[in-house]
């Protein structure tokens, strides 16, 4: 069983740049790929980027150039750094296994970008 917990959202300028952590605990060994999501109010949660244990990453188009995605096994937490903010990154960000079992999902760590 493995639990994630998000933090370090907040409200940023266009342009502008936040990290995002993620924290497993649990049985963190049984983890072999990681990923953030975002949902957006009246629309589907979307995969942003994903990392697996060997470090292998995946980015959605939407992201790829501006963000990037890392994890620290010593720590068991995952980061997402965003650069470049657009007005369209808004969302509430959540952390999750891409691959079955899933965890439960977490109230995630919202980002709003202002115009």
């Known amino acids: 069983q493995v639990q994630f917990v998000e933090s370090g959202g907040g409200l940023v300028q266009a342009g502008g740049s936040l990290r995002l952590s993620c924290a497993a605990s649990?049985?963190?060994?049984?983890?072999?790929?990681m990923a953030w999501y975002r949902q957006v109010p009246g629309k589907q949660r979307e995969l942003v980027a994903s990392i697996s244990r060997v470090g292998s990453t995946n980015y959605s188009g939407s992201v790829k150039g501006r963000f990037t995605i890392s994890r620290d096994d010593y720590k068991s937490t995952m980061y997402l750094q965003m650069n470049s903010l657009k007005r369209e990154d808004t969302a509430v960000y959540y952390c999750?296994?891409?691959?079955?079992?899933?965890?439960?999902w977490g109230p995630g760590t919202q980002v709003i970008v202002s115009s």
């Open positions: 999750n296994q891409p691959v079955a079992p899933f965890a439960s």
């Open positions: 649990g049985s963190t060994f049984s983890i072999n790929v």
